[in-house]
């Protein structure tokens, strides 16, 4: 098998992953079993390296080590978040038993899925895998224009949006929280996160008024806002958005 020529190339053909693990066995099992898997692998033994390698080249997704010495995982993973070309990055966790799973998956953390070590490779590629294809649907759904699942139906060009095919009137803002959330699913986003994603970064509003469009948009497309199932409240975090509610 020849090696692609260019970098270009690889990039246009091959998702690449960046690892972040200070044990080099760990690193090779993973990067041995996603390299099977036509995956271009990259790695980081500690923050700093993996934060450099991010910076100058944000890769596909990142596998991080909650353990590692120096600049502990939790903390690499706050700063992926706060830099706004990785915002959005997919991060899987690697974790040992009897980390708080509720911190991993937490706001402060931001991690999209997380595995228990000892894992099994296949568990972890297959992971790798179903968060790639989220990340890909969200921003093919973007590109196509619009959003359908189940009940709900978004057309991001014209801001329509259809409830059980009855058109719903949303403000502006509110639109723009919707479209947030059905491109960001099931992550947990604090109010802080919503502000700065929605509202852009240098508004000065207060973080409560993400909870007063939250509880307006649940009124447009709860089947009853009372008892929410789209727009779940994660106590003492934020939000997040399940479609599964969707059907
Ligand atoms: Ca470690």
Known sequence: ????????????????????????????????????????????????VALEKLRRRPPDLVVLDL?????????ICRQIRQTRETAQLPILILTAKGTEVDKVLGLEMGA???VVKPFSPREVVARIKALLRRANASSAAESAGTYERGRLK???????????????????????LLKFFVQH?????????LLDMVWGRDTFVEPRTV???VRRLRQHIERDDANPEMILTVRSVGYRFNPEALG
């Open 211 to 213: 909870d007063v469009h």
């Open 112 to 114: 999209d899925d997380y």
């Open 1 to 48: 098998m020849s090696q692609p020529a260019t970098a270009e190339e690889r990039r246009g053909t091959r998702a690449r992953v960046l690892i972040v693990e200070d044990e080099a066995d760990i690193r090779e099992l993973v990067r041995y079993n996603l390299e099977r898997e036509g995956f271009a692998v990259e790695e980081a033994a500690d923050g700093p």
């Open 67 to 75: 353990m590692l010495p120096g600049m502990p995982g939790l903390e």
């Open 154 to 176: 978004i057309d991001f060009g014209s801001y329509q949006v259809l409830v059980d095919g009855v058109p719903r009137d949303l403000a502006l803002r509110e639109f723009e």
């Open 185 to 193: 699913p099931l992550r947990v986003y604090t109010r802080e996160q």
